[in-house]
């Protein structure tokens, strides 16, 4: 509840935000009314982008990790270049995020965003092992966290993808685009159900 209050509260302040800085700038005092033209549109904003927030909330809630990322191995070992799997990562396949291993280690991820750092010239001299986001950089989930948290930490990274282990072992990855693809899913989902039929 304390939550809607302060967004009723930024509801409320912002037309007469808004009609201050009108009056004030009206008035020939152009950078106070300015100031309070963009005082209005940030409590706008605010409201907005919260808005968007519990939406979200909503979306994913009681989903875990386990439920959205990744199982299907790609794997790649250190010295593959670039072009010889970076078109096979395909956006509407199974994979997304190729697993760099050294035999049964795992030592880093290569996915859309780290190829995209790198010039489509250069990919035939580029190693997995010179592109990927390091294992020792990426925080590792659970399968059993929810889903919300760990798209935050997944936020929160470079990479395009964080490991997902247990019992010491790797169960998969969560990838920023089986978030994305799980939000818009639930998102239309939810939409449907709310539209009378």
Excluded: Y
Excluded at 25 to 40: C, E, P, Q, R, T
Aim: proline letters at 5%; aromatic letters at 4%; hydrophobic letters at 50%.
């Amino acid at each position: 509840m304390d939550a809607r209050l302060r967004r009723l509260g930024a509801l409320a302040v912002t037309p007469v935000l808004l009609g201050a800085g009108l009056v004030v700038f009206a008035l020939g005092n152009a950078i106070g009314g300015l100031a309070l033209l963009m005082s209005a549109w940030f409590a706008w904003a605010t409201v907005k982008s919260r808005r968007r927030q519990n939406e979200l909330e909503r979306v994913i809630d009681g989903l875990t990790v386990g439920d959205v990322m990744e199982t299907v191995p790609f794997v790649v070992v250190p010295q593959a270049t670039l072009d010889t799997f970076a078109e096979a990562l395909d956006v509407g396949g199974k994979a997304t995020v190729a697993r760099v291993m050294r035999g049964d280690e795992l030592v880093g991820l290569v996915g859309p965003r780290e190829i995209s750092r790198v010039r489509r010239a250069r990919w035939p001299e580029v190693h997995a092992v010179e592109a990927m986001a390091a294992l020792e950089t990426l925080p590792a989930l659970s399968p059993d966290e929810p889903l919300g948290s760990a798209a935050e930490r997944l936020a929160g990274c470079s990479a395009s993808g964080l490991p997902v282990v247990s019992e010491g072992r790797i169960a998969g990855i969560l990838t920023r685009l089986a978030v994305g693809r799980t939000l818009h899913e639930r998102g239309q989902a939810r939409g449907a159900r709310a539209e009378p039929g």
